[in-house]
């Protein structure tokens, strides 16, 4: 048998992560497809609607120390917190430097995946060489899950401008309009301090309470004082971010904002060291759930009404492989993913998913992770269990917390105890 052939989509961070642990292993014959003109995925910015959710001031929600490929440093003058302009250019160099960029079909789409009965796929897709369908052993999806936005629905409609987050690249079309930002999670905060330099009034909807984590506590990334902290028992880590927020912040409704109904770390946290400051200083006001919409005016769940100009959802993304078959892969609303460590799937041996876990902490660190776990199993020193039904049965009862069961949550990991589960897997195939 020649050497394996394979085809990885998506070259983002994921993807460029398992390029880079395929081809330290040896597995040289690799394609990449990417609808983007360069390498880095969402944190391509274009200030046209497009596949790049990034916004013109996005900032990484990880720090610099914990957000680097293995063996290739950020640079040292990069802030704690790099600018998107920042990371793409770390991506781009991280793909020239371990030989990823050579591989890539830029503006090129992935239009089907088909398996084959004798195993590997046909793979087609669409670029400037136009149509193509090619045989390939191995398929890697690595095409993120922040690019497919789910738009709410709510009865009535809204006569201003209503968009999703992922259409929002900066606050200027904003000045001097009444701006509503529907969410609680970390674009939803960015936007509505943003807008809320430059709008006439900025409010944001929320439908449940929140905790909010500043980027910085005792003057350190806050990723990096977790990770002090990450071999003490969870709930005592839990209670120790509860009182830790209550003493820097105080409680929710000193803002004006519900109290949480959970648990620190039971929900995806919200790092944003502003929305509160803006919040007490009269620039963003916050306002319950979305009732109903009526022309311009806005109804909410506490009885409020108010007009707006806009309405910004950052109401999440959905989990699309649309080029896989919806009866093979069907994530959208699902609250548990059935893979083995959000990897394997149990019935197509040669299908790997990568990068599709939303981590207290980075993605790509642990993408490149799981691709030398799949590079350890194309090259037979590692081998899924037997009993991988079992095994994707118990991971989805023993979460690392206890996530709130929706479909936001279903890929929702700790870091450090998904990459020492990782760890464990490289250890053995050793």
Not at 24 to 49: I, K, M
Not at 188 to 198: F, K, L, S
Not at 327 to 348: C, G, K, M, T
Not at 396 to 401: E, G, K, L, Q, T
């Amino acid at each position: 048998m020649g050497a394996a052939k394979i085809c990885i989509i998506g070259a983002g961070p994921s993807g460029i992560g398992a390029g880079k642990s395929l081809l330290e292993a040896g597995l040289n014959d690799l394609t990449v497809f990417d609808r983007n003109d360069r390498v880095g995925g969402n944190w391509v910015y274009d200030p046209r609607p497009g596949h790049s959710s990034v916004y013109e001031t996005a900032h990484a929600i990880s720090s610099r120390r914990l957000s680097q490929y293995d063996g290739f440093a950020m640079p040292a003058d990069y802030p704690d917190y790099p600018s998107h302009v920042q990371l793409q250019r770390y991506f781009a160099a991280c793909a020239d430097r371990f030989g990823v960029t050579p591989l890539v079909r830029f503006n090129t789409e992935v239009t089907s995946t088909v398996p084959q009965n004798n195993g590997g796929w046909l793979v087609s897709s669409s670029g400037p060489a136009g149509q193509c369908t090619e045989r390939f052993d191995y398929l890697l999806a690595a095409n993120g899950h922040h690019w497919d936005p789910r738009m709410p629905n709510y009865p009535g409609e809204f006569a201003g401008q209503f968009m999703h987050a992922h259409s929002y690249k900066s606050a200027a079309p904003f000045a001097g309009k009444r701006v509503l930002v529907i969410g609680g999670g970390n674009s939803a905060c960015d936007i509505a301090v943003e807008t809320g330099r430059v709008a006439a009034r900025t409010c944001i909807s929320m439908r449940r309470g929140y905790y909010f984590f500043p980027k910085f506590l005792f003057g350190r990334p806050i990723d990096v004082m977790g990770s002090k902290i990450r071999s003490w028992p969870r709930p005592l880590r839990q209670t120790l971010a509860k009182y830790a927020l209550l003493l820097v912040q105080g409680g929710n409704r000193r803002y004006g904002l519900a109290a949480p109904d959970h648990e620190p770390l039971e929900q995806h946290p919200t790092l944003n060291s502003e929305l509160l400051y803006f919040i007490r200083h009269g620039r963003v006001q916050p306002r319950s759930d979305v009732a109903r919409f009526e022309g311009r005016t806005v109804h909410f769940t506490d009885g409020r009404n108010e007009e707006f100009d806009a309405v910004i959802a950052a109401t999440g993304y959905r989990m699309s492989f649309s080029f896989i078959d919806r009866s093979l892969v069907d994530f959208d609303r699902a609250a548990e993913i059935w893979l083995y460590l959000n990897i394997f799937h149990p019935r197509q041996r040669s299908l790997y998913f990568i990068g599709l876990v939303q981590p207290v902490g980075c993605i790509w660190p642990l993408s490149e992770l799981q691709a030398r776990i799949v590079a350890r199993e194309i090259k037979g020193s590692w081998s899924r269990p037997a009993d991988i039904d079992a095994r994707i049965r118990r991971q989805i009862a023993r979460p690392h917390f206890r996530w709130a069961k929706t479909y936001r949550h279903a890929i929702e990991v700790d870091y450090h105890t998904y990459r020492r589960q990782l760890e464990r897997e490289l250890a053995r195939a050793a």
